[in-house]
C-alpha cells in the first residue's frame, strides 16, 4: 500500500481484539520508531512498549473517558521527548508517533494517539506526572503521547475526499 492510500485509511481506532501483537510486527514497530527523523539527527525520543495488561489498565485511567479504551488494546506505546537534548522534542516525538501509527496501519493494525502533554490526570496531578509513576520514566523526560495499538475490532471508512476540509489550503498566499 503506497502512502496516499495509508493515509487515506487511517482512523483512530479504539476498539481492539483481545489477540496479542505478533513480535515480528512489534519488532518492526520499534523500528519504525527508531527510523524516525529527528532535528539535528539528535535523537531527541525515547519510546516505552508496553505489553503487560496490568499496567495498560494502569495507563488507561490516565484520562477518564478520553483514554479508558486503551484498557482494551494489547500493546500501549509512550511517546518521550527529551528537552535536554533537542529544543524540537515535541515535533521530534510527535513525528515519531504518527511514523509508527502508519507503520501499524501498514501491518494491519489499528492505532489511537492519546494526548498526554499539557493535560491533567486529575485536580491536582498532570497526566504525564500520572505516566511517569506508571512507568519509572526519569524526570528529564516528558511524555507527549500514548498510542493504543491492536488489531482492530471495529471497522471505520475512510473519510470521503469531498469532507476534507479543502478551505484549509491556500496556493501563493492567504
Given at each position: 500500500?503506497?502512502?496516499?492510500?495509508?493515509?487515506?485509511?487511517?482512523?483512530?481506532?479504539?476498539?481492539?481484539?483481545?489477540?496479542?501483537?505478533?513480535?515480528?510486527?512489534?519488532?518492526?514497530?520499534?523500528?519504525?520508531?527508531?527510523?524516525?527523523?529527528?532535528?539535528?539527527?539528535?535523537?531527541?525520543?525515547?519510546?516505552?512498549?508496553?505489553?503487560?495488561?496490568?499496567?495498560?489498565?494502569?495507563?488507561?485511567e490516565v484520562r477518564g473517558q478520553s483514554s479508558y479504551f486503551l484498557k482494551g488494546a494489547p500493546?500501549?506505546?509512550?511517546?518521550?521527548?527529551?528537552?535536554?537534548v533537542n529544543d524540537t522534542w515535541i515535533e521530534d516525538a510527535s513525528i515519531a508517533a504518527i511514523?509508527?501509527?502508519?507503520?501499524?496501519?501498514?501491518?494491519?493494525?489499528?492505532?489511537?494517539?492519546?494526548?498526554?502533554?499539557?493535560?491533567?490526570?486529575?485536580?491536582?496531578?498532570?497526566?504525564?506526572?500520572?505516566?511517569?509513576?506508571?512507568?519509572?520514566?526519569?524526570?528529564?523526560?516528558?511524555?507527549?503521547?500514548?498510542?493504543?495499538?491492536?488489531?482492530?475490532?471495529?471497522?471505520?471508512?475512510?473519510?470521503?475526499?469531498?469532507?476534507?476540509?479543502?478551505?484549509?489550503?491556500?496556493?501563493?498566499?492567504?
Open positions: 500500500m503506497d502512502l496516499i492510500e495509508l493515509l487515506r485509511k487511517r482512523r483512530s481506532i479504539r476498539h481492539f481484539k483481545d489477540v496479542a501483537i505478533e513480535k515480528d510486527k512489534v519488532d518492526l514497530l520499534k523500528e519504525a520508531a527508531l527510523r524516525a527523523p529527528t532535528s539535528k539527527n539528535l535523537h531527541s525520543w525515547e519510546f516505552v512498549f508496553v505489553d503487560d495488561k496490568d499496567t495498560i489498565g494502569k495507563l488507561s500493546l500501549c506505546l509512550a511517546v518521550i521527548g527529551r528537552e535536554d511514523i509508527v501509527q502508519l507503520t501499524a496501519l501498514s501491518l494491519g493494525l489499528g492505532s489511537c494517539w492519546i494526548q498526554i502533554r499539557n493535560r491533567m490526570h486529575s485536580d491536582d496531578e498532570s497526566a504525564e506526572s500520572y505516566v511517569k509513576s506508571v512507568l519509572n520514566i526519569p524526570e528529564q523526560c516528558r511524555v507527549v503521547c500514548l498510542v493504543a495499538l491492536g488489531y482492530p475490532d471495529e471497522k471505520k471508512d475512510p473519510t470521503p475526499s469531498d469532507k476534507l476540509r479543502w478551505d484549509k489550503i491556500h496556493v501563493n498566499r492567504w
